[in-house]
């Protein structure tokens, strides 16, 4: 599953990407996370990202294409990817449509996350960073488990709200998304990839309704069924070992164990202590 996820920001792209890369099992790809990357292994295309960055430039469509062709180079892209926050405009999405096409992997799907702009401001406001890791959490809908920790540091998230992350700038956020990645829309509606889906509600119900738009069921995270199985009681089935002792027992083994039993049943009828006969001696366990 090869998708790109579109929508404007605090549509909750990033909560949904996180949860397909645990449920779908394919990684997110980042263009942020790509380029922080680059800069810090000192790669030539992180080189030229830092100079960039630093010359106060937006970072080249060509170095962010590079990247992005490493990184579906690696092996865990091979069942498929998730792309966030690229392409942003018509010139990206027309150079990424050539890439694809040269490494043969064009995509299944892109998803349009719909949400009024209204919530999307009270959403954003409510955004936080984890410092150490990363992740993104919202502290309106979906904040971090009280007892969740950082994968990184061990400690509690360390959470930290970007600068952009307030009412002050959402609004000329919106204006340039509407002037330059709506029209992305069209683009993928007229090649047949787009699905457009309600991103507004519970966290949950969104994730059902990608799960739709993608045509086909996200399993649960891997040993989440057998939470909820312990979660409600189940109980455990112990019987398969016993069948396994049982068969691995051998022919000669079973028919004397048989004997024994009609030895110790015979005693019994007349009225001997099964455990003074030597089938009773016999007999699997200790005398009580």
Do not use: W
Not at 76 to 97: V, W
Not at 119 to 138: H, K, M, P, Q
Not at 166 to 181: F, G, I, Q, S
Not at 248 to 274: D, F, N, T, Y
């Amino acid at each position: 599953m090869r998708i790109v996820l579109l929508g404007a920001p605090g549509s909750g792209k990033g909560t949904q990407a996180q949860r397909l890369v645990e449920r779908a099992g394919i990684p997110q790809i980042s263009t942020g996370d790509l380029l922080r990357a680059a800069v810090a292994r000192g790669t030539e295309l992180g080189r030229q990202a830092r100079e960039a960055m630093d010359g106060g430039r937006l970072v080249e469509d060509s170095l962010v294409l590079g990247m992005i062709r490493e990184r579906l180079g690696e092996p865990d892209t091979r069942r498929g990817f998730i792309l966030d926050g690229f392409p942003r405009n018509l010139a990206q999405a027309h150079a990424l449509e050539r890439l694809l096409e040269a490494l043969q992997q064009p995509l299944d799907a892109v998803v349009q996350f719909e949400v009024d702009y209204r919530e999307l401001v009270r959403r954003i406001s409510g955004r936080r960073t984890c410092a150490d890791c990363g992740r993104v959490f919202n502290m309106l809908t979906s904040p971090p488990a009280a007892s969740e920790s950082c994968p990184k540091t061990g400690a509690p998230h360390r959470l930290t709200q970007r600068p952009d992350d307030n009412e002050a700038t959402v609004a000329e956020r919106l204006r340039v998304y509407d002037e330059k990645t709506r029209p992305l829309i069209d683009f993928y509606r007229a090649r047949g990839l787009l699905r457009v889906i309600d991103a507004a509600g519970d966290v949950n119900e969104v994730t059902r309704r990608l799960a739709q738009a993608l045509g086909a069921p996200l399993r649960a995270p891997r040993g989440a069924k057998r939470r909820a199985r312990k979660g409600a009681g189940a109980r455990p089935t112990h019987h398969k070992p016993t069948r396994k002792r049982a068969v691995r027992q051998s022919p000669g083994k079973l028919a004397r164990r048989k004997r024994a039993v009609a030895r110790k049943v015979r005693a019994v009828g007349r009225g001997k202590s099964p455990r003074a006969t030597p089938a009773g001696r016999g007999l699997k366990g200790r005398p009580r």
